[in-house]
T-cell receptor
């Protein structure tokens, strides 16, 4: 199993450009998440999804969009990139909540984005 | 609002020293608690978790954590650190009542001197 796969690993954007960060998981997890990690700030939730066709905002959704057309894929789109979006982005997935499921997150390797 | 506080942002230890990283959370209901570790250049991975039962939980690589409900704390410990423990450690909380969101602390960077 590959787990959670993110692409690209690195990207430099100019202000105002758009791009999509790809995320796919092969563990048949219903829940998927996008976090951004900034130094000294921990991880902040951008968007999450509890299943195909269902998405919702997290703590810091402004400037981002997501879609969930399949269980496996959860792309994150940046429209009109801004320097404040310079960060490391992590995609994660987890099993659905249940009696024995603790909600452990499985992370991708991260995508480092710089907006200049 | 729910939050997770990690007491130390940077910790420097010599090999064989004991480690304790503090974590407190603000949420009154039932929670699942986690410590994740991020080694240099790698993604986050689970170190240990508390779900229910024995409040002292053991994880990988000799780490353990104790859940003290009355103090809303979940401190991470290791009796003797190694150089390979150099990493960033994140405490995380997931409310167990209808929420899907895991809330992370700001992280603690641990550097172990050989």
């Amino acid at each position: 199993n590959a787990g959670v796969t993110q692409t690209p690993k690195f990207r430099i954007l100019k202000i105002g450009q758009s791009m999509t960060l790809q995320c796919t998981q092969d563990m048949n997890h219903n829940y998927m998440y996008w976090y951004r990690q900034d130094p000294g700030m921990g991880l902040k939730l951008i968007y999450y999804s509890v299943g195909a066709g269902i998405t919702d905002k997290g703590e810091v959704p402004n400037g981002y969009n997501v879609s969930r057309s399949t269980t496996e894929d959860f792309p994150l789109r940046l429209e009109l990139a801004a320097p404040s979006q310079t960060s490391v982005y992590f995609c994660a997935s987890s099993y659905s909540l249940g009696a024995t499921n603790t909600g452990e997150l499985f992370f991708g390797e991260g995508s480092r984005l710089t907006v200049l | 609002a729910q939050s997770v506080s990690q007491h130390n942002h940077h910790v420097i230890l010599s090999e064989a020293a004991s480690l304790e990283l503090g974590c407190n959370y603000s949420y009154g209901g039932t929670v699942n608690l986690f410590w994740y570790v991020q080694y240099p250049g790698q993604h986050l991975q689970l170190l240990l978790k508390y779900f229910s039962g024995d409040p002292l939980v053991k994880g990988i690589k000799g780490f353990e954590a104790e859940f003290i409900k009355s103090k809303f704390s979940f401190n991470l410990r290791k009796p003797s650190v190694q150089w390979s423990d150099t990493a960033e450690y994140f405490c995380a909380v997931r409310p167990n009542t209808g929420g899907f969101k895991t809330i992370f602390g700001a992280g603690t960077r641990l550097f172990v001197k050989a």
